[in-house]
């Protein structure tokens, strides 16, 4: 089947644009996951959805960030008044998270969005 | 909190060799997930192996095994036969079995498997 999908795969912003992105996870996936990863870096939590509700959103840097994942799907992560240190690509990953089977936490990675401010 | 170390930033072995990449860890659970992921340059993130912390038995994935020392808090992992599609980034990762749902990464190894 269709793995993490993600739109735009390339978002060029201007400092201070408001901008928006995508995720669309694995169909029947529980739950949800934002990463930012800086240019040789590792990925680093930003938030964490399980169905709709929003279950820790600890990582978020500022309250520029904001993610929602409204219907229990499709997630959106903004970013307003974008700024130069938000230049980094935002991966997202879902997991069927049943806690019945053995496997079904591991978390399957969409391609990532990368974010360029200027 | 959990912290991964990964304190090879770089490496590169030739074709058909043997490589092991290092792993440290610290954490205050005493149940969790080890994992190791590869980035190729495409940036998909793919998970190569998973451990799980209160096994003993160490993981192994066709070419790719791991070398899990809780005591010691080391996870590295060893890729055996290496081929040019292993080049990638590297990440080793840990996640809390019953607290928060994140993972845990280290600043990645950039792996080269030259012809």
């Known amino acids: 089947g269709a793995g993490v999908s993600q739109s735009p795969r390339y978002k060029v912003a201007k400092r201070g644009q408001d901008v928006a992105l995508r995720c669309d996870p694995i169909s029947g996936h529980v739950s949800l996951f934002w990463y930012q990863q800086a240019l040789g870096q590792g990925p680093e939590f930003l938030t964490y959805?399980?169905?709709?509700?929003?279950?820790?959103k600890s990582g978020l840097p500022s309250d520029r960030f904001f993610a929602e994942r409204p219907e229990g799907s499709v997630s959106t992560l903004k970013i307003q008044r974008t700024q130069q240190e938000d230049s980094a690509v935002y991966l997202c990953a879902s997991s069927l998270e049943n806690r019945g089977l053995a496997g079904t936490d591991t978390q399957y990675f969409g391609p990532g969005t990368r974010l360029t401010v200027l | 909190a959990q912290t991964v170390t990964q304190s090879q930033p770089e490496m590169s072995v030739q074709e058909a060799e043997t490589v092991t990449l290092s792993c440290t860890y610290d954490?205050?659970?005493?149940?969790?997930?080890l994992f190791w992921y590869k980035q190729p340059p495409s940036r998909q993130m793919i998970l190569v192996i998973r451990?799980?912390?209160?096994?003993?038995q160490n993981a192994t994935e066709n070419r790719f095994s791991v070398n899990f020392q809780k005591a010691a808090k080391s996870f590295s992992l060893k890729i055996s036969d290496s081929q040019l599609g292993d080049t990638a980034m590297y990440f080793c990762a840990s996640r809390e079995v019953q607290g928060a749902q994140k993972l845990v990464f280290g600043q990645g190894t950039r792996l080269t498997i030259n012809p």
């Open positions: 954490t205050s659970e005493s149940n969790y997930y």
């Open positions: 959805f399980q169905n709709e509700a929003q279950l820790d």
């Open positions: 451990q799980e912390a209160y096994k003993q």
